[in-house]
């Protein structure tokens, strides 16, 4: 491609004007040549360069109609072969050849004749190579597996050992600094409502949905009167036992829809037992409530302070009259005593041991026929 717009450039003027254009740059000095050199060299005298010549730039045809020209004609000359030459070198004409150019190897693309290739039907199949990558189809799919690579199990328990080999640097490295951003737990004492959620690490399940509210009457802002009545309405919801109400939802399509619902059903419940009918005419029922017995250590079982210190000084006294006994002889050494006697008696008794003697086993049982 550079070599055909190099060629239509020198087509382009020759065809505009006999005129060979003007170098862009000069040749440097031999001084300034060598980058690596630390002092200017020093030119001898015959390393001078010579002054640029416009004439010597022209070729022979160009440099005769040259010099058929007057001084004035020739000052205008190469004027104009400047101004040729900035502007055949100009970004837009270039564009403008590189446009024409790219269109003339189209068209010649188009109609050149191609080699029509059969499409397969199956659809691309991505390699294990191409796994994570953003466009599988650059990858290519895998080759014939010869036996000279690990199998595509081997690659993926790899694959999974490097994502935890990851996840443990992350444990060692990065967690520990999460330390700095760590605060006391401060248990809130101003909410008097409990929400509790439920999730499933990600997976999607129609229990994750279910909000449940928890609070305590005595937490509210309510006289004792206001808080009967509010027990009344809510019904089997509370628990008398642990003095708290217990309410769900899950009838709406996400978390917070359901936590709203349950926010405004308790200011709800809070206005109607401040402004609405109090129930004087209804009593309490707590048939729903099934009472556990709870059974309690008896108090006269449980030691107290005197009872732990006669124990421990009748344990004491125990030990002492165990001591006393052993010192003065009064407890009798069963070992001692048959020592003694052994000794006094001088008696060895020797005892033998049965020593089991090989009998032949017999042949077994033999079978005798009946004669008829």
């Not at 390393?47 to 005769?64: G, H, I, K, Q, V």
């Not at 401060?186 to 929400?195: A, G, H, I, K, N």
């Not at 052994?342 to 033999?366: D, H």
Request: with cysteine.
């Amino acid at each position: 491609m550079a070599s055909a717009m190099h060629t239509l450039r020198l087509t382009a003027q020759r065809s505009t004007c006999r005129i060979t254009p003007r170098p862009r740059h000069r040749l440097l000095q031999p001084s300034l040549a060598n980058p690596f050199s630390c002092t200017a060299r020093r030119l001898n005298a015959d390393d001078t360069p010579a002054p640029y010549s416009f004439r010597e730039s022209l070729d022979s045809s160009s440099r005769a109609f040259y010099d058929s020209l007057s001084p004035e004609d020739r000052r205008s000359y190469e004027d104009d072969a400047i101004k040729l030459d900035e502007y055949m070198n100009s970004p837009d004409v270039e564009a403008r050849l590189n446009a024409e150019v790219s269109e003339a190897a189209y068209d010649i693309y188009r109609q050149s004749p191609r080699e029509i290739r059969p499409v397969d039907d199956e659809r691309f199949k991505p390699g294990l190579m191409a796994m994570g990558e953003p466009n599988e189809a650059d990858s290519g799919e895998d080759g014939v597996f010869e036996g000279d690579d690990m199998s595509s199990i081997a690659h993926g328990e790899l694959e999974q050992h490097r994502e935890l080999r990851a996840y443990a640097r992350i444990a060692a490295w990065e967690m520990p600094l999460l330390s700095k951003l760590a605060k006391p737990f401060e248990p809130p004492t101003t909410t008097p409502l409990r929400f509790r959620y439920t999730t499933y690490l990600g997976e999607t399940h129609p229990a994750a949905l279910k909000i449940v509210c928890e609070f305590s009457p005595m937490d509210l802002p309510l006289t004792p009167a206001q808080r009967l009545t509010l027990i009344k309405l809510v019904g089997v919801r509370y628990d008398p036992q642990r003095d708290l109400v217990r309410m769900s939802c899950e009838m709406f399509e996400t978390q917070a829809q359901n936590k709203r619902y349950l926010g405004d059903l308790v200011d709800t419940l809070i206005t109607e037992a401040k402004e609405g009918e109090g129930f004087e005419d209804v009593g309490v029922d707590f048939r729903h409530v099934k009472w556990k017995d709870r059974n309690e250590f008896p108090e006269g079982w449980k030691l107290s302070g005197g009872k732990r210190k006669a124990l421990e000084e009748r344990r004491e006294e125990r030990e002492r009259n165990e001591k006393e006994r052993l010192e003065s002889g009064r407890i009798v050494d069963g070992v001692g005593v048959i020592e003694a006697a052994m000794r006094a008696a001088k008696v060895e008794e020797r005892v033998e041991i049965p020593v089991s003697k090989r009998v032949a086993a017999g042949r077994g049982k033999q079978k005798v026929g009946r004669q008829r």
